[in-house]
C-alpha cells in the first residue's frame, strides 16, 4: 500500500503541481472552518446631475444575487459571504461601474454617480425606464440646441420641432390647442415667468434658459403630475448641470453671443455655474417689411452656486439679472396680397411712409434660495424661497401716411413695383405710454418619503404678487381726409386705453403625491395626486385631481411600455387673463379649468440594425370657465370673462431614430382639432324695408328690422390641422467632423380674427406656416481625437467647432398677422404682415 503513495507522490513532483495541490486543500478547510458574514448594502444611484436613475440593475459579482434601482434611485441589496465583493451597477446607455464592499462596510449606505457613455448609440432610446412611462414626457437633449438652426438658439427651439411653431422671432410656444399663458417653467424648481406687455417677437429678447447651462430637460406636453403648478397645457422643467471640475465654452455669432463658466471648489463642497449672454436680432430684422433703424438688444447674467455643508445638507442659490431693449426707427414699409377668383386676379399693395419711434424697455431679475436636507436613506425635505420682479415700458409714437391700391408686377413696366391705381389712401397714428410692474414673492416647501416601492411627495407654497399697471394708449385713422369713426363733433380716436390698476393677490398652493411601484420588475407603476389653490383676490378655492398609470406587459416580446392619464387642470387667472379690451381690471375672474385624458404607448425596436423609438399619445382636453382671447403676432388680449367653453383632441406621434449612421434624427407628427364657444356671443344684421341685408352697397339704408345671430362653434386662435417637425443630422462619409443639420417645420392654416369684432372673429385665415433651416458645420479640434502637444495654445480645448447657417431656406414668406385697410368706398381689405426672409449666420463654438 506504502508503494502506491510513493508512485502518487513522485507523479505530483514530476508534474510540478504538488504545491497547487496542497494550497487547494488547505483552502477548503480553511473556508469551512470560516462563518459566512451577512451583507446589507443600499443607497442611491443618481446621473451626473445628481437626479435618481430608475431601472438600474445591481448585482454581485460571480453571485446568482441582484436587484433593481426605484423611481428614487434607490437599491437595497442583501447577500452572505466570507470576504470583500464587487458589486456591480449597470444600466442601458451608462457606463458600468464597479465597486468593491469590504466587511467591515458591511452595512453601508451608498450614493452612487453613474457617468453617461457617450459612445452608446442608443441616444435615441430613452436611456431611463421612468421617463418612457411617463405620459406626456418629450425627452430633449440639451446638447442640441447649439447646434440645432434656429433663429432662436435655445432649448424651446428644439421644444417647437415636437409642439409646432408659427413665429420664429419668439422663444414662446403653444401646446395641444393652449395659448403661450398655459404652460409652466421651472430651473432648478423655481418658476420662472416671461414680459407681459410684448406685443410682437422682434420686440422680444433672450429667453430665460441658458442652455449652456442646462444639464438635464424634462418637458411634459400634457398628462403632467400633481407636482407640477397650475397652468392646462405643458410643463418645462430644467435642471441646470452640477459641475465636477472646471470647465466652460464661448460661442459668438451674428445674432448671440455667450460666455460659461463652471467649477468645484478643491474639497469638491463647492459647485458654480456663470453663464452671461448678448443677443442682437438687427441682422434678423433688416429683411423685414417694415424699413428702418432696428436698434434691439439683449443680455443676462446667470449663476448658480451650491454648498454641501454636509452629508445631509445643501444650500443652493440661483439667480438671473436680463434686460432687454428695442427701438425702431421706421420710414417705410411695402406690404403685397394677391387675390385668385375664376372671374379675375388682382395685386393688391400698400405702400406706408412712417415718421416717429417706438422705444421699449424690459427688465427682469430673479433671485432664489434653498436649501436640502437628506434627513434619513428615505426622507428628503426641501425648503426655497425667491423673488422676481418684472419691469417693463413700452412708448410708441409712429404716424403713418399710406396709399392703397393695385400693384404693377410687370418687370418690363417703367410703374414695375409702384401703385398704379388707387383705391384708397390715409394716415393714422399709434400711440402708447404704458408701464408695468410686477414682484412675485414666494415661499416652499418640499418633501420626499421613499419606502421602497411606494413613494409619497408633498409641497405647499406661499405666494405674494403686487402688480402697477399704468395704460395711455390710442389710435386716430384718417381715411381720404375723414377721421374714422366719423363724426360732425371732431376727431375720434379708436382703441382709447387709459387707466391705472394696482394690485396685490395673496396666493397658496399645495399638493400630496404617492407613486406605487408593482413588482420588482417594474411592470407596473401608478401615480395618485392632488393639488389645492386658493387666493384672497376673490376667494377662489378649488382642487385638482390627477392619477397616471404604466403597464409594461411581460410576456410580450417587444420592448412597450403602455400608458395613459387623467386628471382636473384648472388654470387661476394672473393679471393679463384678468385685463379686459377698455384696460379695467375683472377681479372676479374664475380660474379657466377642464379635465383631461391621454393615453399612448412607447415603443423601443430597432429600425436598419439602428436603435429607434416611437412614442404615440392621443387626448382630449374638454374646457369650461374659458377666457376667450385674440392673438395678434404673440400679443394676447383677453376678454376678461368666463364666459364660453372649449375642447381640443389629437393624436401626436414621435420617432427617434438614426437614419444615418451615428447620426441621431427626431420626427414629429400631430393631428388636432381645437373648438370654441361663446356663451353669450351675437351680432345683429340689419334689413331695409325690402327685407335686404344692408351693406356699404345697398342704396337704401333704412332700417326697418333686424336679425339677431347667435355665434356657434369656432375654431380656437391657436387651432392646427397638421404639425410636421424635423430634426435631420448627417455627415460626409469620407469624415464625419463635417456635418448638416436640418430643422424643418410645418404647421397648417389657422384663424385669425379682426380685434374687437364679434361678426368676423375667425374670419381670416393664416395661410401654413412651413420653414427650413439648415446648418453646416466644421469640427476644427476635437481633444477625443488624440493629444495635443504640450506648447499648442489649444491643449487645454475640448472642442471647437465653426457653423454657418442659412435661416429660411426656401425664402417662405410666413404671415404673423394682418393689417385692416379700408378703401374709398369703405371696404375693408386684409394686407399679411410677413415674417423674416433668408438670411445667413455664421457661429463659432469653444469648449474647454
Known amino acids: 500500500m506504502c508503494h502506491i503513495w510513493f ?58 444575487t441582484g436587484t433593481v434601482s426605484n423611481d428614487s434611485g434607490y437599491f437595497n441589496i442583501k447577500f452572505s459571504s466570507t470576504q470583500s465583493v464587487a458589486i456591480v451597477f449597470s444600466h442601458t446607455g451608462y457606463n458600468t461601474l464597479r465597486k468593491t464592499v469590504f466587511p467591515k462596510n458591511k452595512n453601508d449606505s451608498l450614493i452612487i454617480h453613474l457617468e453617461q457613455d457617450i459612445t452608446s448609440l442608443n441616444e435615441v432610446v430613452i436611456k431611463d425606464e421612468k421617463a418612457r412611462k411617463e405620459v406626456g414626457r418629450v425627452e430633449v437633449n440639451p446638447d442640441k440646441a447649439i447646434l440645432n438652426p434656429s433663429p432662436i438658439s435655445g432649448i424651446e427651439s428644439l421644444l417647437k420641432i415636437f409642439v409646432g411653431s408659427q413665429n420664429e422671432l419668439t422663444s414662446q410656444y403653444s401646446v395641444r390647442g393652449g395659448s403661450y399663458d398655459e404652460n409652466l417653467i421651472y430651473v432648478n424648481d423655481f418658476e420662472v415667468f416671461r414680459p407681459y406687455l410684448i406685443k410682437s417677437g422682434q420686440q422680444e429678447g433672450l429667453s ?10 424634462k418637458f411634459y406636453n400634457g398628462g403632467f403630475q400633481s407636482k407640477y403648478g397650475d397652468k392646462m397645457s405643458s410643463v418645462l422643467d430644467i435642471t441646470y448641470r452640477k459641475p465636477k471640475k472646471f470647465g466652460g465654452s464661448a460661442y459668438v455669432g451674428l445674432l448671440e453671443q455667450g460666455l460659461h463658466l463652471e467649477g468645484v471648489s478643491k474639497n469638491n463642497k463647492i459647485t458654480y455655474e456663470f453663464g452671461v449672454r448678448n443677443r442682437s436680432n438687427k441682422n434678423l430684422l433688416s429683411g423685414q417689411t417694415t424699413q428702418g433703424n432696428y436698434i434691439p438688444s439683449s443680455s443676462d447674467l446667470q449663476s448658480l452656486i451650491t454648498w454641501q455643508c454636509s452629508k445631509k445638507w445643501q444650500m443652493e442659490l440661483f439667480a438671473n439679472f436680463s434686460t432687454t431693449k428695442f427701438q425702431l426707427f421706421p420710414q417705410q414699409a411695402q406690404l403685397t396680397s394677391s387675390v385668385f377668383t375664376p372671374l379675375y386676379t388682382e395685386n393688391l399693395g400698400l405702400d406706408i411712409y412712417f415718421q416717429g419711434q417706438e422705444k421699449d424697455a424690459y427688465q427682469t431679475n430673479f433671485i432664489g434660495y434653498a436649501i436640502t436636507n437628506q434627513t434619513s ?26 396709399v392703397f391700391g393695385n400693384r404693377d408686377f410687370d418687370n418690363s413696366s417703367s410703374t414695375y413695383g ?47 404678487q403686487t402688480v402697477s399697471d399704468k395704460i395711455n394708449q390710442w389710435t386716430y385713422t384718417d381715411s381720404a381726409g375723414y377721421s374714422l369713426p366719423y363724426s360732425t363733433h371732431g376727431f375720434n380716436f379708436t382703441d382709447v386705453v387709459k387707466t391705472t390698476n394696482d394690485f396685490n393677490l395673496f396666493r397658496m398652493t399645495g399638493y400630496v403625491q404617492d407613486n406605487i411601484q408593482f413588482k420588482d420588475s417594474n411592470d407596473v407603476t401608478m401615480q395618485f395626486g392632488l393639488r389645492y389653490n386658493y387666493n384672497n383676490l376673490n376667494n377662489e378655492l378649488f382642487f385638482s385631481p390627477r392619477t397616471g398609470f404604466s403597464f409594461k406587459p411581460k410576456n410580450w416580446r417587444k420592448d412597450v411600455i403602455l400608458k395613459m392619464s387623467a386628471g382636473l387642470y384648472y388654470q387661476p387667472p394672473f393679471y393679463r387673463e384678468m385685463r379686459l379690451p377698455d384696460g379695467s381690471l375683472n377681479k372676479d375672474l374664475k380660474a379657466q379649468k377642464s379635465w383631461q385624458v391621454s393615453t399612448g404607448f412607447d415603443y423601443n425596436f430597432k429600425l436598419n ?21 385674440d392673438q395678434n403676432n404673440v400679443s394676447l388680449q383677453y376678454f376678461g370673462n368666463n364666459n364660453a367653453k372649449a375642447y381640443a383632441m389629437g393624436v401626436e406621434t414621435r420617432l427617434y431614430t438614426e437614419l444615418v449612421k451615428d447620426a441621431e434624427s427626431w420626427i414629429s407628427f400631430g393631428v388636432m382639432n381645437a373648438m370654441e364657444k361663446p356663451d353669450n356671443m351675437f351680432f345683429y344684421q340689419y334689413l331695409n324695408k325690402e327685407d335686404s341685408i344692408i351693406t356699404a352697397n345697398t342704396t337704401d339704408k333704412v332700417v326697418a328690422d333686424s ?112 393689417m385692416m385697410i379700408k378703401d374709398f368706398q369703405n371696404n375693408t381689405f386684409a394686407m399679411p404682415n410677413r415674417l423674416t426672409p433668408r438670411m445667413l449666420n455664421l457661429k463659432l463654438v469653444v469648449r474647454w
Not at 37 to 50: A, H, P, R, T, V
Not at 208 to 217: D, K, L, Q, S, Y
Not at 727 to 749: E, R, V
Not at 790 to 805: G, Y
Open 707 to 818: 336679425i339677431k345671430n347667435k355665434i356657434g362653434w369656432l375654431r380656437r386662435p391657436t387651432d392646427r390641422l397638421l404639425t410636421l417637425g424635423l430634426f435631420l443630422q448627417d455627415y460626409l462619409n469620407t469624415n464625419k467632423n463635417f456635418k448638416i443639420y436640418f430643422n424643418t417645420l410645418y404647421g397648417s392654416n389657422m384663424p385669425y380674427s379682426i380685434p374687437g369684432n364679434v361678426r368676423y372673429r375667425d374670419a381670416l385665415i393664416i395661410e401654413p406656416y412651413i420653414r427650413v433651416d439648415v446648418g453646416f458645420s466644421a469640427l476644427l479640434l476635437d481633444k477625443e481625437t488624440g493629444p495635443h502637444r504640450s506648447h499648442s495654445p489649444f491643449r487645454n480645448f475640448q472642442s471647437i467647432w465653426a457653423s454657418l447657417e442659412v435661416f429660411n431656406l426656401i425664402d417662405r414668406q410666413n404671415t404673423i398677422s394682418y
Open 418 to 464: 409702384s401703385i398704379v391705381n388707387p383705391l384708397g389712401a390715409g394716415a393714422y397714428q399709434n400711440f402708447s405710454r404704458n408701464t408695468l410692474d410686477i414682484t412675485v414673492l414666494n415661499a416652499t416647501h418640499k418633501g420626499v418619503l421613499d419606502l421602497g416601492k411606494q413613494v409619497i411627495m408633498w409641497g405647499n407654497s406661499f405666494e405674494y
Open 377 to 402: 436613506k428615505k426622507l428628503k425635505l426641501k425648503w426655497m424661497i425667491s423673488r422676481f420682479n418684472n419691469n417693463e415700458i413700452q412708448n410708441t409714437d409712429i404716424t403713418g401716411a399710406y
Open 208 to 217: 430665460f434658459i441658458n442652455p449652456e447651462m442646462t444639464g438635464n430637460v
Open 609 to 629: 440594425n439602428r436603435p429607434a423609438r416611437i412614442s404615440t399619445e392621443a387626448y382630449y382636453k374638454n374646457l369650461w370657465d374659458v377666457d376667450l382671447y
Open 7 to 64: 508512485d502518487f507522490i513522485h507523479f505530483m513532483i514530476k508534474k510540478k503541481i504538488i504545491l497547487l495541490f496542497f494550497i487547494l486543500i488547505c483552502s477548503y478547510f480553511s473556508s469551512t472552518a470560516q462563518q459566512l458574514k451577512s451583507f446589507n448594502i443600499k443607497g442611491y444611484i443618481l446621473d451626473d446631475n445628481d437626479l435618481p436613475i430608475t431601472g438600474v440593475s445591481v448585482s454581485v459579482l460571480n453571485k446568482n
